[in-house]
């Protein structure tokens, strides 16, 4: 069975650092894009970062540059996202994907929760 399983969200004080795991199982990520997103409350799920399989090449959005890095381990099978300078704002719940293919996200893992607040 394909799986992703999310790990390592909590709650911490604005300018901590988080990082979170996403374990794939079922199938290799290493030719796979990666990803991670966000929903916060009241919004509308958006892209944080991904890594594309093909080139092994790194995205961000603007609103995490330069605070998050996305990396995987292809001998471990997991993907990961440390979360460094938190703001309030990144308060959501944040899921990691994967894509065979580049385009559509075909596994989602089950979301873990990311609270910023004092």
């Known amino acids: 069975q394909l799986q992703l399983v999310e790990s390592g969200g909590g709650l911490v004080q604005p300018g901590g650092s988080l990082r979170l795991s996403c374990a794939a199982s079922?199938?290799?990520?290493?030719?796979?894009?990666i990803g991670w997103f966000r929903q916060a409350p009241g919004k509308e799920r958006e892209g944080v970062s991904c890594i594309k399989g093909s080139d092994n090449s790194t995205y961000y959005a603007d609103f995490v540059k330069g605070r998050f890095t996305i990396s995987r381990n292809n001998v471990k099978n997991t993907m990961h996202l440390q979360m460094n300078s938190l703001k309030p704002e990144d308060t959501a719940v944040y899921y990691c994907?994967?894509?065979?293919?580049?385009?559509?996200?075909?596994?989602w893992g089950q979301g873990t929760q990311v609270t910023i607040s004092s």
């Open positions: 994907a994967a894509s065979p293919g580049g385009g559509k996200y075909d596994y």
């Open positions: 079922g199938f290799p990520l290493d030719y796979y894009t």
